[in-house]
């Protein structure tokens, strides 16, 4: 009797799903890689609805006519970091700075701002309206 098996297994192996798979990896982490900006400056933006328990000392306000004060003191924005410098002396305990930027000012002006206190190493706290 001489029985011969039907199935056979074939011993080539079928690289089309492995190099789909490779390029849908190759997409994605192409399209996340995009998303992660690593020269982005930490900052925290409080939430509308929430409050904070205690409010910082030192406030910065840019108006629409690009003038800057200091705890509603004017000042140059040359001057910026040193007065920042010295009100920051005044409160060592809470190294935090809340910003009242109005929306006609140009983001540049914004971002020179941030940069001086992450030189420093400043908490900045963005303040909004309530939605």
């Known amino acids: 009797m001489a029985l011969k098996g039907s199935h056979k297994v074939d011993p080539g192996f079928s690289m089309s799903s492995m190099t789909d798979l ?6 994605f982490f192409v399209i996340v890689s995009t998303l992660v900006s690593p020269y982005a400056l930490p900052v925290d933006l409080p939430k509308s609805a929430n409050k904070t328990k205690e409010k910082p000392k030192v406030a910065v306000r840019i108006d629409a006519d690009q003038h800057f004060s200091v705890n509603n003191a004017l000042i140059e924005p040359a001057d910026l970091e040193g007065v920042l410098k010295d009100e920051m002396s005044k409160h060592p305990e809470d190294q935090a700075i809340v910003m009242h930027v109005d929306q006609s000012v140009p983001t540049g002006i914004t971002v020179s701002v941030l940069d001086i206190a992450k030189r420093n190493k400043w908490k900045i706290i ?3 309206k309530p939605e």
């Open 126 to 128: 963005l303040a909004t």
């Open 22 to 27: 490779v390029f849908l990896l190759l997409i």
